[in-house]
């Protein structure tokens, strides 16, 4: 097993390597969109961010402020994270254009999360864009976590390859 070596951050960037373990959740203070299937689906003033070290953040953003009907439960889909709890799944819907599991939500998350219950995580690589203020994301690498990469974050970001057992 190689071990990392952290990134240093320069001016306004943070280092993953000095986010907490167990996670920390904190508001964001700007704006968060999503765009997909060339419509924005999603904008809010009220996000939140989970910040784990070896992650870039992942974003929880309010079930009010996604467009009418793009969040679709997916029945009996579900996980568990050992800090928050279990998560249900949503597809994203805009007409007939489909990112299945692309969104998950906590609806009853341990106490420590309590204020993100219900509140809705995006996977950025099934999106068209995903925006933090004037910052686009991209993905955390690997496809399985849900964090997004923007160039206040520097890594290395667990996904990689080689990182399975840091």
Not at 119 to 140: E, I, K, L
């Amino acid at each position: 097993m190689s071990h990392p070596k952290p990134m240093k951050p320069g001016p306004g960037q943070e280092s993953v390597w000095d986010y907490p373990r167990p996670p920390r959740l904190e508001p964001v203070p700007e704006s968060v969109r999503i765009e997909f299937a060339g419509r924005e689906v999603m904008r809010t003033d009220r996000a939140w961010r989970v910040l784990e070290t070896s992650h870039p953040p992942t974003y929880y953003l309010p079930p009010d402020d996604f467009a009418e009907g793009v969040l679709r439960p997916v029945a009996g889909a579900s996980s568990f994270c050992e800090w928050k709890g279990r998560a249900a799944y949503f597809d994203v819907v805009v007409g007939e254009d489909v990112a299945d599991r692309a969104a998950w939500s906590y609806p009853q998350p341990t106490a420590g999360f309590a204020p993100i219950t219900d509140h809705v995580c995006v996977y950025c690589h099934a999106m068209d864009a995903c925006w933090v203020g004037d910052d686009r994301a991209t993905p955390q690498p690997g496809n399985f976590y849900g964090g997004w990469v923007t160039p206040r974050v520097v890594g290395p970001f667990k996904g990689e390859p080689g990182t399975m057992h840091w």
